[in-house]
């Protein structure tokens, strides 16, 4: 066995891997992460590397490879833990261990670090009247300014003093050659800038948020770091409930990480947070420079902050003594990464808490299905908040039937219902939400009149309309004609959607001139401060209606808003994801959720053409419940996560033939290597099947068991390295994905 080490692992070398033989004395002693003392280099120098997994056959002749000298005594104790959790990414996703490793360290980017400098005043104060007599006398102002500048501040902040004073580096340079002066600096961290508000207010906790609160503490102090998963409804205080359980930890010496799906959320919940903790916390997102990223990672590594918050990657701050995660809208699809190794936070956030001795909180309304499926098996512990923090009802849901509508000749995209209740908002002086559901929008074909959509006879998806006139599955490449006449009820009402939120801020303004409307979109949220701009202007009450796709219904809150509409509710119902039932249910229940928060009660409009669907009906009852029994029910039925576990083989490659002759040769291979309890599907042609003339195949694998699959996804990387048919391809392994290919 030969050792496989990772040298100088927080600069960007990390690009190789050095195999060193393990001597006598550390056989059996070592272990994945350790930080161990190396010869490197051609003078031998005692290096220090981390070790990154174990090899059989070494890569270069063995004369030439070195010993490892020993294990590293003041071995850094949170790099070593990251670099386990790399390995474990790297088993459980695929991908290299150099791969993972970049997804987990804090690398250091070339950036300057920035120095805060000083100028000190070393005389006295009858030493520095004469020296400032003298400048004078010998007429040389500058060096004069600045003496009497020193003499009413012993210290001056250099970029303030040559400014302000006008003076050059030279007459510093000149004054601390004399004595008179030292230029003192230190480093300064890059800090991402909050305005700090009100200071922290007394929260009186709704009995609910007490015991989920209590149950929490009382299995911390007993040690027992558990998973929790908070299922409470919009508006019942679970950001309240994460911060005293983030209060109990930081109170211990421990740190908390947290982490939010979107930047749209990161000013109004780093607000509530920093009211809280004030100084200790920080956050990082893909906004900030990489120097700034770089700077917060330091500042949790050197202890100076209790509480990380940010999107995924904050998962991997490097805290000392790491004591909670928490992921708020755990449901969300951005927790999944998109790049190898496509990881998921709520499941690495667990492979992390576990090395870290430390607990996990997920929080939703509308927790995944895969959450709330562990909490039925014992695996995660649930906890529920019912009610509205305040008390508030729940918003009464309205349900508007678009093939009625269409049937009376209402061919408007607002039905009668939504448009009298904007009326009534816009004479009352409130405010309105109108949400376009667009997720999915690029496929289904659906009839207008009676709602049927063409679905795929094997797997249960909408098929997508293709522009050479053909429907396609994209789970198993079956393939049909498109129609023009809806196969169910004869209607000529048959397409796909077309208006987009452009579209309707031009309705609105038509239907409503008087109304002040903001629309926040990808046009209109592009600039760096886009999001908060538009969402500021709403909140203080600057527009009266806000238009908008799913950005606008995450975690906001308005407390004028007594009305939100949803148009094309079912638009996400029929994308071809097996996914789209729960998608769309948690959009309705979230957009639903946005009304009625203050003091005025909230009215919901779902306009939809399946008024029928279960995720329809179970969201406008805003019952959970009911619709995980349909929804799990279904994914039992058809073998789909969480019930089963799936397995998506993207490979791409420049030359169409030859990626299909491997793709056939790859599923070859994986039937000889899998078990009966494997199921295999395609070689299938993505919805995309090329991009930048790079064409794309996929294969799914289904299997009740994770580790199988985990099994054949080695064997598969084993055989993909020895074969050099693969060396043009690039082949990509996504575990359970979020979006299908």
Known sequence: ?????????????????????????????????????????????????????????????????????????????????????????????????????????PVKRKSKEQQKRK????????????????????????????????????????????????????????????????????????????????????????????????????????????????????????????????????DRGRQAIVLIPEIALTYQTVMRFYRKFGGRVSIIHSRMSAGERYDQMQRASEGKIDVMIGPRSALFTPFPNLGLIVIDEEHENTYKSEQT???????????????????????????????????????????????????QPLPAVYTADMRRELARGNRSVFSDILHDKLKERLERNEQSMLFLNRRGYAGFISCRSCGYVIKCPHCDVSLSAHNNGKLVCHYCGHEEQSVRVCPSCGSKHIGGFKAGTQQIEELVKREFPSARVLRMDLDTTRKKDGYEKILSAFSHGEADILIGTQMIVKGHDFPRVTLVGILAADMSLYSSDYRAGERTFQLLVQAAGRAGRGVQEGEVV????????????????????????????????????????????????????????????????????????????????????????????????????????IDVKNYLEQYIQINSGFLTLKIQFDFNPMNIF
Request: with cysteine; charged share 25%.
């Open 119 to 250: 100028l000190v005043c070393l005389l006295g104060e009858t030493e520095g009247r004469k020296r400032l007599d003298f400048y004078l006398s010998k007429n040389q102002k500058a060096r004069a300014r600045l003496m009497a500048a020193l003499l009413d501040e012993r210290e001056l902040d250099y970029g303030l003093a040559t400014k302000k004073l006008h003076i050059t580096a030279d007459v510093i340079g000149a004054l601390e050659e004399q004595g008179v002066l030292a230029v003192e600096s230190k480093r300064v961290y890059r800090n991402p800038a909050i305005s700090l508000e009100d200071s922290d207010k007394e929260i009186s906790y709704t009995p609910q948020q007490h015991r989920a609160i209590d149950r929490f503490v009382q299995d911390y102090r007993q040690e027992r770091y558990q998973i929790y998963l908070i299922h409470g409804i919009t508006g019942s205080g679970k950001t309240e409930v994460y911060m005293e359980m983030i209060r109990n930890v930081v």
């Open 341 to 391: 190794p496509r990881y998921h936070a709520r499941e690495t956030a667990a492979a992390r808490a576990k090395l870290e001795h430390a607990s996990l909180v997920l929080g939703s309304a509308t927790p995944s299905l895969e959450s709330y499926y562990r909490c039925q098996t014992g695996e995660y512990c649930l906890l529920e908040l019912t009610r509205r923090a305040h008390n």
């Open 1 to 105: 066995m030969y050792a496989d080490i990772i040298i100088d692992i927080t600069h960007e070398k990390l690009d190789k891997v050095f195999q060193y033989i393990i001597p006598e004395f550390l056989k059996g002693r070592l272990e994945v992460g350790m930080e161990v003392i190396v010869p490197f280099g051609r003078s031998s120098k005692e290096t220090r590397g981390y070790l990154v997994g174990f090899s059989e056959t070494p890569g270069v002749a063995a004369d030439k490879m070195k010993e490892i000298l020993q294990i590293a005594e003041d071995s850094v104790a949170i790099e070593a833990r990251l670099v386990k959790l790399a390995a474990w990414m790297r088993e459980a996703y695929g991908g290299t261990m150099i791969q993972a490793l970049k997804t987990v360290l």
């Open 606 to 709: 779902i306009q939809t053409y399946n008024p029928e669907h279960y995720s329809i009906q179970a969201a406008s009852k805003q019952d959970y419940a009911a619709f995980y029994e349909e929804e799990i029910a279904f994914r039992k039925l058809m073998g789909y996560p969480p019930a089963d576990n799936l397995l998506a083989i993207l490979m791409t490659g420049e030359d169409e033939k030859h990626l299909e002759t491997a793709a056939g040769y790859l599923k070859e291979y994986t039937m000889r290597v899998s078990g009966e309890q494997i199921e295999i599907i395609g070689p299938a042609t993505p919805y995309v099947s090329r991009i930048h003339d790079v064409y794309r195949k996929i294969l799914y694998l289904k299997c009740p068991k994770y580790g199988m699959l």
